[in-house]
């Protein structure tokens, strides 16, 4: 079973930036992959940034230049920069890891942008 635990979310002004965090109860080297979603009220969960086993990341267009994920296997931990935030930007982040080719989810993080 694998556990995710999200952090770093709040309240930031436009233009600004929060880190969030995936603390991982299980190696995340062993994840197929591990991806940051996110749902904003009355839209469908989207996919924000994602990681591979082999380090290869993907983002989302709207946040490409913007949002870095990377992780640090040795503290079991995914992050997500997010640089240049905007108000669209709002809504609840969700960790997911693919590992042994199921599905986990952490319990999200609100993130508001707003002045």
């Known amino acids: 079973q694998v556990q995710l635990v999200e952090s770093g979310g709040g309240l930031v002004q436009p233009g600004g930036s929060l880190r969030l965090s995936c603390a991982s109860s299980?190696?995340?080297?062993?994840?197929?992959?591990m991806n940051w979603y996110r749902q904003a009220p009355e839209k469908e969960r989207e996919l924000v940034a994602g990681?591979?086993?082999?380090?290869?990341?993907n983002y989302a267009d709207s946040v490409k230049g913007r949002f870095t994920i990377s992780r640090d296997n040795a503290k079991k931990t995914v992050y997500l920069q997010m640089n240049s935030l905007k108000p669209e930007d709002t809504a609840v982040y969700y960790c997911?890891?693919?590992?042994?080719?199921?599905?986990?989810w952490g319990q999200g993080t609100q993130v508001t942008v707003s002045s």
């Open positions: 990681i591979t086993r082999s380090g290869t990341t």
């Open positions: 997911n890891a693919n590992h042994r080719w199921v599905d986990y």
């Open positions: 299980v190696s995340i080297g062993s994840m197929n992959a």
